[in-house]
């Protein structure tokens, strides 16, 4: 069964530290992982996609890497600011089908506290 | 900041009514897509369409129906509301197909809608 799973659920941190978000995934044949951030009460906002041959991205403080033989990525958020409190969502697509299906994982909710 | 818009933001209405939640792109997207995401969950897909004319049912089962009679309009309506479709709608389209590496899905802010 195709799913991504991520962790921590929520996480809380202070301004200015940094953290690293997990997303397993066991979606089959792999296409290529996203990162969203979505604001409460907003939509989600892309922030890197990766396909199998990327190992890791960045987007400002944002770094993204993916490992496709462990089928792992992470989100790792630098100098974390209080803006960064949203919840951050794993995306993987499949190519085994002709629709190109997304699975989303449930998020991990960041608090940052000043 | 992509050019996609839905409206209403939030709507509570009562059971039995009638709704249709708008969501228009300016981008000239031919694949347009709607989610429902309830709180701490996953986005489940309940319709998408390729293109003016064509609507398709996603993965999750829902009441609800879509029209796409022009590229940049696709509205969702519930025929007759109850409390069980309590949900955040979100619209998204896109660039080009999921399976590409460069297809972008750009999504609305949401629509909040409470049945009472």
């Known amino acids: 069964k195709n799913q991504v799973e991520q962790s921590p659920q929520s996480l809380i941190i202070l301004e200015g530290k940094n953290c690293t978000l997990q997303c397993n995934y066991t979606v089959s044949p792999f296409s290529n992982l996203r990162w969203y951030k979505q604001d409460t009460g907003r939509g989600p906002v892309s922030l890197t996609i990766?396909?199998?041959?990327?190992n890791t991205k960045s987007n400002g403080r944002y770094t993204a890497t993916l490992d496709a033989d462990t089928k792992q990525s992470s989100l790792h958020i630098t100098a974390s600011q209080l803006s960064d409190s949203a919840s951050y969502i794993c995306v993987v697509s499949d190519r085994g089908s002709t629709l190109g299906r997304l699975y989303f994982g449930r998020g991990t909710q960041l608090t940052v506290w000043p | 900041e992509a050019d996609i818009y839905q409206t209403p933001r939030y709507l509570v209405i009562g059971t039995g009514k009638k709704i249709t939640l708008e969501c228009s792109q300016t981008?000239?997207?031919?694949?347009m897509y709607w989610y429902q995401q309830d709180p701490g969950m996953e986005l489940h897909l309940i319709h998408y369409s390729y293109g003016v004319n064509s609507t398709e049912k996603g993965d999750l089962s829902s009441e609800s129906t879509v029209s796409r009679i022009r590229t940049e309009h696709f509205p969702l309506t519930l025929e007759s509301a109850r409390p069980s479709h309590t949900s955040q709608y979100l619209c998204?389209?896109?660039?080009?197909?999921?399976?590409?590496?460069?297809?972008?899905?750009?999504f609305g802010e949401g629509s909040r809608l409470t049945v009472l």
């Open positions: 981008m000239g997207h031919d694949k």
């Open positions: 998204a389209s896109s660039d080009a197909g999921w399976m590409t590496n460069t297809g972008e899905l750009f």
């Open positions: 990766m396909t199998f041959s990327e």
